[in-house]
């Protein structure tokens, strides 16, 4: 499994940047890909980010899966 994310952006008017994470997939490989977007909530106390622990607002999606055979 390969995962990456982004550092933690402001959720302010500011535009940001195009990301681009890269991951390592294995040539010829016959595994399913999955693609998943997450989006992740923080509250910055004190100079020090905190995850906010209820998910309410958290976000998880299936985006793509790719190689995948129903049998």
Do not use: C, R, W
Request: a negative charge.
């Amino acid at each position: 499994m390969d995962a990456q994310e982004s550092a933690v952006l402001p959720l302010d008017s500011t535009q940001t940047a195009a990301l681009t994470l890269v991951n390592e997939v294995t040539a010829n490989s016959t595994h399913p890909l999955f693609l998943v977007l997450g989006i992740e909530f923080y509250q910055n106390v004190n100079g020090v980010d905190y995850p906010l622990k209820n998910g309410t607002f958290n976000a998880l999606s299936l985006v793509q899966v790719s190689g995948y055979a129903i049998l």
